[in-house]
């Protein structure tokens, strides 16, 4: 593939599409910004002041009762616009993923993807919840 067929361009950005396109969890792109792991965070308190010092507006996180909940909102405001070449997040936490169905192996979170290219969420692919009782709970 020539250079032309690999590469597209937006605005002033170049994005490279050749492969392997960057995979991450979302837990690791929010750890790499609060510069610890989220499960070292006792209650959703400690995390959500770990977020206010990260740069994360108070506002935005007051009122959010749950770890998973926090780590989506910080993803958000601190993560998302930094995706600028094509980067799969995976294992999004199961609060803010009410139709997909839990990880296999990593407890409280979900088989859920999204692709993201310029900062933006360009695709999002679960394995879909079929089990009734699971998804009347979340």
């Not at 959500?48 to 998973?68: F, L, N, P, Q, Y």
């Not at 980067?87 to 609060?95: A, Q, S, W």
């Not at 900062?119 to 998804?135: C, V």
Request: aromatic residues 8%; proline residues 4%.
């Amino acid at each position: 593939m020539d250079e032309c067929a690999s590469t597209a361009y937006f605005q002033d950005t170049s994005i490279s599409l050749s492969k392997p396109w960057r995979r991450v969890s979302m837990h690791q792109l929010v750890e790499e910004k609060l510069g610890t792991s989220v499960s070292s965070f006792n209650s959703a308190d400690d995390l959500r002041k770990a977020a206010i010092d990260a740069g994360v507006e108070g506002a935005i996180v007051e009122g959010v009762e749950t770890t998973g909940e926090l780590v989506a909102k910080i993803f958000e405001e601190l993560c998302e616009a930094e995706l600028v070449q094509p980067t799969f997040v995976t294992d999004y936490p199961k609060e803010v993923s009410p139709l997909a169905k839990p990880h296999r192996a990593l407890d409280g979170l979900t088989e859920r993807f999204e692709l993201y290219i310029v900062g933006r969420e360009t695709a999002n692919a679960f394995s879909e919840l079929t089990d009734p009782i699971d998804q009347r709970e979340r």
